[in-house]
């Protein structure tokens, strides 16, 4: 908590970081900070309630219906509006696990929200929530032990608002017709628009980033894990590239140099001894971190990611814009002597320093602004998007899940399923085509009388046209002409 005076440290939130903070990430802490913060305030403005479960309740309450009355009012002067269940109930989870360890702790007598004996239809509930996570685990019965088959028989005192049921919806991919246009024209620095020397014409960093996340599969985080050693001519298929990415903490050193005749213990370490100024980029703060989210490792004693290319071709483009990114740093006078990570700031007071995400994303919205589309996550046009691209590419291609998997890094076969559902257009597409051929079929197999009465179009009888019949489905410019003659 910040004050005028100083900086106010809440020691059991505190501890609680540092006893985690090996298994959770940056963002987490920050989640739980939040919802704690706005916990205190909510404790402020309502200091009369004493018992830790009615102030919980209404805390609760005030976060999923804001704190405003019907008049507008707000005697609480927080001011927050509703907010959905999606945002809360993860926040408030996280708050309930704290509160459980400040028990253990001895730093409050009760939980805010207490475990209590669950109801028949309860433990119902929580049995079908555990199949249902290990369903698919191969070793999944072996899970349940008795410490476990306990836990399953309660439940939390004050339930959480349940989020309304759906099903996964369409992934949101980057626009296939835009993708020559976003590495012709997106990535021109600025300025060089009639350069003749590509080298100072392109932006070669962001090319390479934007390559593998169009046509690698790579997560957005994933390309700021590149070591310069990471990208290399494959050995086996010459003139294309081998890139892997490997974990930031626990993947394999270069094996130069060396300590004590032996390679560095991990990434961490091999860090910490040849270049103590960067930390792994996983458990750093602020503009340099960077997360990783993959497990399936392509190779589990090295633990990297194999990148794959769709379409392969791409292998070989990213060789070449990869020794363009190279030689452009080269001219910048930027060496590898200071840290081992690929991509670098090329400017400024940070010249030389990890390029960072946020400077990407900055990059990555004026190359799509530029060619003319709008940026956001609606139109499939952020970074995760081109991950996106590659998933629906590979399902039409009809490539085997397994493959699939390998090539995306999921621990699941199911993480594929977002890539299969249709879209809006897609299914409206379906039914267009379903419709023509019920059309054609009725009017096939009737007499006129009963083909009248059949393809009556809605819009002729209300406004009495001559041309009662229908035989085909009216395309999306047809549909806008013909309602004109409403004018």
Aim: charged share 25%; hydrophobic share 35%.
């Amino acid at each position: 908590m910040l004050t005028a005076e100083k900086v106010n440290v809440l020691e059991p939130l505190l501890f609680y970081f540092l006893s985690r903070h090996h298994e959770r990430s940056q963002s987490w802490m920050v989640k739980l900070c939040e919802i704690v913060g706005q916990l205190i305030d909510y404790i402020d403005a309502n200091g009369q309630i004493l018992k830790p479960t009615d102030l919980f309740g209404g805390f609760v309450n005030s976060l999923y219906n804001g704190t405003f009355d019907e008049t507008e009012n707000d005697p609480s002067l927080l001011c927050w509006f509703p907010s959905s269940a999606k945002t809360v109930n993860p926040k408030l989870r996280m708050l309930e696990e704290f509160s459980d360890w400040m028990v253990i702790k001895n730093y409050i007598p009760l939980s805010l929200n207490p475990w209590t004996d669950a109801t028949t239809s309860a433990q119902r509930f929580n049995w079908i929530a555990w199949y249902r996570q290990n369903q698919f685990s191969f070793l999944g019965h072996l899970r349940l032990t008795t410490k476990k088959s306990a836990s399953l028989g309660q439940a939390r005192s004050m339930k959480l608002r349940r989020q309304p049921l759906g099903k996964a919806s369409a992934a949101k991919a980057f626009p296939p017709d835009f993708e020559t246009a976003l590495f012709r024209d997106g990535f021109v620095r600025h300025g060089k628009t009639d350069e003749e020397d590509i080298l100072e014409k392109f932006d070669w960093r962001g090319i390479c980033i934007a390559l593998l996340l169009v046509y690698g599969a790579r997560r957005l985080s994933e390309p700021f894990q590149l070591w310069t050693g990471d990208v290399m001519e494959n050995p086996t298929r010459p003139g294309e590239a081998l890139v892997r990415i490997y974990h930031p903490v626990e993947g394999q050193a270069p094996e130069n140099p060396k300590v004590n005749g032996r390679r560095a213990a991990n990434r961490q370490a091999y860090l910490q001894i040849f270049h103590p100024r960067y930390a792994p980029r996983t458990t750093a703060h602020g503009n340099y971190h960077a997360g990783f989210k993959g497990r399936a490792f392509t190779d589990e004693k090295a633990q990297f990611l194999h990148v794959h290319w769709l379409p392969t071709d791409m292998a070989e483009a990213f060789l070449y814009a990869y020794h363009n990114y190279m030689e452009q740093r080269a001219r910048l006078g930027i060496d590898s002597a200071r840290h081992p990570f690929a991509f670098v700031s090329h400017k400024g007071k940070h010249k030389g320093e990890p390029y960072t995400i946020g400077a990407f994303c900055a990059t990555w919205k004026r190359a799509v602004t530029r060619i003319g589309l709008p940026h956001g996550k609606l139109h499939g046009t952020t970074p995760h998007g081109g991950r996106h691209s590659v998933g629906i590419r590979a399902n039409k291609a009809g490539i085997d899940k397994y493959d699939a998997q390998e090539m995306f890094g999921h621990s699941s076969l199911l993480s594929q399923d977002v890539y299969r559902v249709p879209t809006v257009e897609q299914v409206t597409e379906s039914l267009d085509a379903a419709t023509r051929r019920i059309l054609h079929e009725e009017s096939a197999g009737a007499n006129d009388d009963q083909a009248l009465n059949r393809q009556t179009n809605l819009i002729d009888i209300w406004t009495g046209s001559e041309d009662r019949s229908r035989t085909h489905i009216w395309s999306a410019p047809q549909r806008r002409n013909r309602g004109k003659r409403f004018d």
